[in-house]
């Protein structure tokens, strides 16, 4: 699954305006781990399930307030797009690129 392995610069677009973020992610069979960062703060992912080019986890935020928040992206090439969602909030789109 090294076509998922990487460092990809990642917007998504939430209530409060466009987030920033650096996702790794490290494969590891049919799962991954990895860390977000971003102006809100890092999140280490454990558990994260790749299957194929899709990749799933959920995190558990602080800022700004505690939530669950449950992720799905799809990587294609060196694109990847999906969406982060975060409980009565909705989903929110992700997308960006396979930092080079």
Known sequence: MAEVDGTWDCVADTPLGEQAFLLTVRSNGAGFSG???GALGSEEIEDGIA???TLRWGMDISVPMPMRLICT???DG???EGGITAGGFGTFPLKGARRG
């Open 35 to 37: 860390s977000i960062s």
């Open 78 to 80: 060196d694109s990847i």
């Open 51 to 53: 299957d194929g080019a």
């Open 73 to 75: 992206a799809t990587i």
